[in-house]
């Protein structure tokens, strides 16, 4: 999975694509040992009502035999909750909704390792692209931005007694200029215009940690060239325990570049678990040259 997502050597920055991450995950070798080649699953048939719905599929020509079948099946997964393959998906016979079933959570196990494994890696596009995809892959939904995909991700939250996510995120850099080697932070702030709950008691937390909400800061360094690879900075949770808070803070720390000159950061603040989420802002430090004169 690593080596289908890591960085091209021709534009390193460029955005990986959630299509592109359940690909990964339908050719890494857990996937083809757990489901035997000879399954007596009937994946066709699911692709063709997918098809039917006009389901966007062009990306699956780029795998054949297993590792297709493997990639449809999760793709049915993210699917069937749609009006228009429910009828279909209660009446899957026993080794189709197997596969379907043993693909998703095989994919879930995958992605929460490259949760991790990525960002130690510091490449900023399969980092982003696994925090797309694992919010898709939690809920079994098939998009951030379709109304319908939307409600449903409504209802899911409102069952644990949550509101589905109204944020703004807000970054800057302290101190905006600084020598070379000095220490920078970048202060980040998530405004949470959705707080509160709906009933008289709070909801139970979603965690045992006693969180309500979770979500994932990254920090890019952004390079003047484009065929450099952006370089993640940090990579670290954000949560919310109390539902009444209208913000949540967060600071990271970095040293600062040895040359003089105007340096970009782009904030990232993704949710793995809620899909939607997925908010990006820009800041800025100079680093300059001490003009003090020395001692003599």
Not at 2 to 24: Q, W
Not at 29 to 41: E, F, G, T, W, Y
Not at 150 to 177: D, N
Request: net charge negative; glycine share 4%; hydrophobic share 45%.
């Amino acid at each position: 999975m690593a080596e289908a997502l890591k960085p091209e050597k021709e534009d390193p920055n460029a955005e990986l694509s959630v299509e592109r991450v359940l690909l990964a995950c339908a050719s890494c070798p857990c996937m083809l040992r757990a489901i035997p080649k000879d399954v007596p699953s009937k994946i066709d048939s699911l692709e063709s009502a997918m098809k039917e719905q006009n389901i966007p599929m062009e990306w699956l020509d780029q795998a054949s035999g297993a590792v297709r079948r493997h990639a449809v099946a999760i793709l049915w997964q993210l699917n069937r909750q749609r009006a228009g393959l429910k009828e279909k998906d209660s009446a899957l016979d026993g080794a189709t909704a197997q596969h379907a079933s043993v693909a998703i959570q095989i994919a879930t196990k995958l992605l929460m390792q490259a949760q991790m494994l990525f960002p130690h890696q510091r490449w900023v596009p399969a980092t982003l692209a696994v925090a797309r995809a694992s919010a898709l892959v939690a809920n079994q939904l098939w998009s951030h931005t379709d109304l319908e995909a939307q409600v449903l991700m409504a209802k899911i939250l409102k069952a644990e007694g949550l509101r589905r996510p109204k944020l703004r995120l807000e970054a800057v850099c302290e101190p905006k200029e600084c020598l070379p080697n000095a220490k920078v932070a970048v202060k980040v702030m998530l405004l949470r215009h959705h707080r509160g709950y709906d009933g008289e008691e709070p909801p139970t937390p979603v965690s045992p940690e006693g969180f309500y909400e979770a979500y994932w800061l990254y920090v890019a360094g952004i390079k003047d060239d484009p065929t450099v690879p952006n370089s993640l900075l940090a990579a670290q949770p954000m949560v919310v325990k109390d539902l009444n808070d209208s913000s949540i803070e967060a600071s990271c720390g970095f040293t600062a570049p040895a040359e003089t000159g105007k340096y970009k950061l782009r904030v990232h603040v993704l949710s793995t678990s809620v899909t939607g989420v997925d908010l990006t802002v820009d800041a800025e430090f100079e680093v300059s040259d001490d003009d003090v004169p020395a001692l003599q």
